[in-house]
């Protein structure tokens, strides 16, 4: 069989760290590795090289201002990139992202005559609110994205629960679940990074840590997590709260976090792009906080899980339909009390608190090497079928 050649366009990339990012860069690894020669387009990030094994393709973009550190890619403006795409012999094409990127990738395919999929990560409506809270605009910016999935020759979801919202938005055509992975191998022993994650966020031993990994973005219910915290740190006065990341909220979190009295109990840690470094710090975790209603499937569930760190997600999120209270993992009430009260009982509670690790270790940790070698199978079954 000759080498089949895979484009995967996303509008964001390293060094911008989130779970597409993440999903993007494990699909080209191992695609280019097990399939052929896999090709990443996303836009330009200044003073950034690219150190991958597989070839990146940029091109250009400017600065956001109202979520850096994204940037806004104007593919359609970039002739050297045009030239590129144009030269470049892809068999299929997968967009991860219905904007800039997504519409070329779109354009890409049609010229060349090869299929292309998409996968619908996010919750594009809330970002595009905050951007721009006119109804008749949002309503407009949905109604395209989804012509954008009416478009492709096949939509994937990364969970059922996320087909719902694709759904909501007003799309009814066919679609395929096809989950995402972790490239955290999950570990018996944690003890070693245990220990490293105590001395990186230095905490004592005997600290009770609450975690969050990910985009400091008020979609995520962080201002809700921070207000929930008080009541947590009076009753348990041994808990420490840890927030890994960066986004355009962080300041008004440190903000929050001191006007609540917290604040000398609450460490912000820049974003951490060493997958070593992350393995032990969601090992030093005790539960993960993850009280988001806008996440989809969210991938820092499941690299805690892989480090015995059981998460909180919040009821009839769309997140937590991977979660079963009490056995991977816990689900709580979206009200301040009953929140605070909820991750206090846990905490409590060691016992079932490790039962739960245990369960997520079990049962949310698949790899990005199983999950690429269904989509090889997938990708390969699409191009069989589009020969006829």
């Not at 809270?133 to 990364?158: A, C, L, M, T």
Request: aromatic fraction near 10%.
């Amino acid at each position: 069989m000759k080498d089949i050649t895979i484009g995967l366009f996303n509008d964001s990339y390293m060094p911008i760290m989130d779970g597409v990012t993440i999903t993007v860069r494990n699909y080209a690894y191992w695609l280019n590795k097990t399939l052929g020669p896999t090709y990443v387009v996303t836009p330009y990030v200044p003073f950034h090289t690219d150190e991958e094994s597989f070839p990146v393709i940029r091109f250009l973009s400017i600065p956001t201002i109202v979520r850096p550190p994204y940037r806004l890619g104007l593919p359609e403006l970039d002739v050297k990139l045009q030239l590129r795409l144009k030269k470049r012999d892809f068999s299929i094409i997968h967009a991860h992202s219905p904007f800039g990127a997504g519409l070329t990738a779109l354009k890409t395919a049609r010229e060349k005559g090869i299929p292309i999929v998409a996968t619908f990560h996010s919750k594009y409506r809330d970002d595009i609110r905050r951007i721009m809270p006119i109804d008749s605009i949002v309503n407009d910016q949905v109604k395209r994205i989804v012509e954008f999935y009416y478009s492709v020759d096949h939509v994937w979801v990364p969970q059922e629960s996320v087909a719902a919202t694709l759904r909501e938005y007003g799309y009814k055509g066919p679609y395929d679940v096809v989950e995402n992975g972790i490239d955290l191998k999950p570990n018996a022993n944690i003890g070693p990074f245990r220990e490293r994650g105590s001395r990186q966020l230095d905490m004592s031993d005997d600290a009770i840590v609450g975690l969050y990994v990910g985009q400091h973005v008020l979609e995520k219910n962080l201002e809700f997590l921070v207000r929930s915290l008080p009541a947590v740190m009076q009753a348990v006065p041994r808990f420490r709260m840890v927030f890994v990341g960066q986004g355009y909220a962080k300041q008004r979190l440190q903000e929050l976090a001191h006007e609540l009295g917290i604040g000398d109990r609450i460490a912000f840690h820049p974003v951490v792009h060493d997958r070593e470094l992350i393995k032990a710090i969601y090992a030093r975790g005790d539960l993960f906080l993850f009280p988001s209603l806008y996440d989809n499937a969210p991938l820092v569930v499941r690299e805690a899980a892989a480090f015995r760190t059981p998460a909180v997600l919040l009821k009839g999120a769309t997140a937590a339909e991977v979660i079963r209270d009490g056995e991977n993992g816990f689900l709580a009430d979206e009200n301040l009390d009953s929140f605070s009260q909820r991750v206090i009982g846990i905490l409590k509670d060691t016992r079932s608190r490790e039962l739960a690790g245990y369960g997520a270790q079990r049962t949310l940790c698949r790899t990005w090497e199983d999950v690429v070698r269904e989509v090889r199978d997938r990708y390969l079954a699409i191009l069989s079928r589009w020969a006829i």
